[in-house]
């Protein structure tokens, strides 16, 4: 019997992007998750603002919260702006809440957002992966394969 294709989300726009957590972390399941956002917040995310670069997500109370994430202050929001760095609550359902739990507490697993995007429906979601921090010496055994990799497509184009 074949093997499911892995769930992709329906990402219509991509606001931030974190590209280096796949190089820092062996990324091992992927969830897709609401974000809990005010009204000037989805306004800066709209307008392409937004950073998750040296964010990451942690539980508490049976909650999961996104740290560290910068949204910028819009610009018109007046008094009613938001904090940028704030913690934001994410979206999960109870049961991928304490999966993910175990995973961190027993494992030493992390959970590093990968993109903050907005889906078909207009609603901000978070792609969060559980993932393992690698060494120094695993990034450079990773970097080796990638580029095996590209080196044996490229000999292979020109053969074939």
């Given amino acids: 019997m074949a093997r499911p294709k892995p769930v992709t989300f329906d990402k219509k ?3 931030a ?3 280096r957590a796949r190089f820092d ?11 809990v956002l005010t009204g000037t917040e989805v306004k800066s995310l709209r307008g ?21 994430a910068n949204i910028p ?9 938001h904090e940028a760095k704030r913690p934001r609550k994410l979206l999960l359902h ?13 494992d030493g697993m992390t959970l590093v957002p ?14 969060l992966a559980l993932a393992k921090g690698r060494k120094a010496h695993d990034k450079r055994e990773h970097i080796k394969e990638r580029e095996w990799k590209k080196e044996a497509g490229r000999v292979l184009r020109e053969r074939g």
């Fill in 48 to 68: 392409g603002e937004g950073s998750i670069a040296e964010s990451y997500a942690d539980i508490q109370d049976g909650a999961v919260w996104l740290i560290n």
């Fill in 73 to 81: 202050e819009y610009n018109f929001g007046n008094r009613f702006n």
């Fill in 17 to 19: 992007e974190n590209r």
């Fill in 114 to 127: 990968l993109s903050v995007y907005f889906n078909g429906t207009g609603r901000a979601k978070v792609e």
């Fill in 13 to 15: 726009k991509v606001v």
């Fill in 94 to 106: 109870v049961r991928e809440i304490n999966k993910l739990h175990g995973a961190v507490a027993r």
């Fill in 25 to 35: 972390y062996a990324v091992d399941t992927v969830y897709e998750a609401g974000l």
